[in-house]
């Protein structure tokens, strides 16, 4: 779970919105004499995520009680940017099935990216409680927890997931970013830098380097760090906003509530 560059900034980047299909999806009974065609359900894996949003609309829709159906429509939507729906999906599904932990961590990564942080700490925090090796819970709950205002809670909680995971990226770029949100470029940059540094490091890390680096004023370095991913109009754009928050400090905080992708 990391954060970007181009998430956190207005206008820096389009959200591509799915509609209606969410209306798709209805609890209405299953068939009595459905079954459940498992090839098909297999073979959806290797569509786009639009197709595979419809296609699990329509099981969950004929297959209401079945956890497959819940879990991967919910993730779907999710994944898709219809976060409000998963909660309710996911939160449905947790009715019946209520110990499962792919479901409510669908719940709370979707409540985050609903900006609803708060509400995700206690299902987050439940996975982190009853699985000592989740570090994928504990990197989520640290997010929930910077989105939430508490930032030493959050370093705490990805402490714990670089514990269990040394060096792995996702964790770096949060921490980093939790510093970001307090005001100290300067310690993002180290761990960011850090994170950049791995092996199986994403834009996602040098983006983030960039944000920071550009924060101290070190305008140029953070540019030619943003053209190793992105088009030349979106590290103008960029620039821009990133020289708006290093003259006016204050306007960091319009980076809190943000979500990361999970």
């Keep these: 779970m990391s954060r970007t560059l181009k998430s ?5 980047a389009a959200l591509l919105s799915l509609g209606a299909l969410a209306a798709c999806a209805t609890t209405g009974g299953t068939p009595a004499q459905a079954q459940v065609d498992h090839q098909a359900r297999a073979a959806v894996a290797r569509q786009d995520k639009l197709a595979q949003m419809t296609f ?3 099981e969950y829709q004929r297959f209401p009680d079945d956890l497959e159906a819940a879990q991967q429509f919910a993730e779907a939507l999710r994944e898709g940017g219809r976060a ?6 996911s939160a449905e599904a947790l009715q019946k099935h209520p110990q499962d932990a792919q479901l409510t961590r669908t719940l709370g990564l979707s409540l985050i990216k609903s900006g609803r942080p708060n509400e995700a700490l206690r299902p987050l925090a439940f996975l982190a409680e009853n699985d000592a090796q989740d570090w994928r819970a504990r990197n989520a709950l640290g997010v929930a927890l910077d989105q ?6 959050a370093r705490r909680a990805y402490q714990d997931a670089l514990a269990i995971r040394p060096n792995e990226p996702s964790v770096l770029v949060n921490m980093g970013v939790s510093h970001i949100y307090s005001g100290e470029p300067a310690e993002a940059e180290r761990i960011l830098r850090q994170a950049a540094e791995q092996p ?5 890390a040098r983006q983030n380097l ?6 101290q004023g070190r305008f140029d370095e953070a540019e030619r760090l943003q053209r190793v991913d992105l088009p030349p109009a979106v590290v103008a754009a960029n620039m821009s906003y990133l020289r708006g928050l290093f003259s006016d400090p ?3 905080a319009e980076m809190r509530g943000t979500t990361s992708s999970q």
């Design 148 to 153: 939430s205002g508490r930032n030493a809670d």
């Design 200 to 204: 199986n490091a994403t834009a996602e």
């Design 210 to 215: 960039a944000l920071a680096i550009g924060l």
């Design 56 to 58: 699990w609309a329509q």
């Design 8 to 12: 956190k900034t207005a206008g820096m």
């Design 84 to 89: 409000d729906r998963a909660v309710q999906v």
């Design 250 to 252: 204050r306007r960091w």
